[in-house]
């Protein structure tokens, strides 16, 4: 019953939604890498509109996110504009 709920807090907590574009995949690690980006941003503002975390704290965290998430994309090699 433990590792049922432990389980289920997971899901609920970190949400996953299937990748509904062009199966490559590259896009399908970068979608998953976009949406760890977004759950931990939303974590951040949360934090900041709690008091937690200063404005400048949440700023740099963000900007960090950030700088990982496009080092991905182009590690990835994802074009910005794929001829199909």
């Known amino acids: 019953m433990d590792d049922y709920n432990q389980v289920d807090k ?3 907590l970190y949400q996953r939604y299937r990748y509904l574009g062009k ?3 590259q896009n399908v690690v970068f979608n998953a890498n976009l949406q760890e ?3 931990r941003v939303c974590y951040i503002c949360n934090l900041q509109s709690r008091g937690k975390l200063s ?3 949440s700023y740099e965290k963000i ?3 950030w700088q990982e998430l496009t080092q991905s ?3 990835l090699g994802i074009e910005k ?4």
Do not use: M
């Open 81 to 84: 504009n794929p001829t199909e």
């Open 73 to 75: 994309f182009k590690a």
């Open 55 to 57: 404005p400048q704290e």
């Open 10 to 12: 997971n899901n609920f």
């Open 37 to 39: 980006f977004s759950q």
């Open 23 to 25: 199966f490559i995949p």
């Open 63 to 65: 900007e960090g996110l």
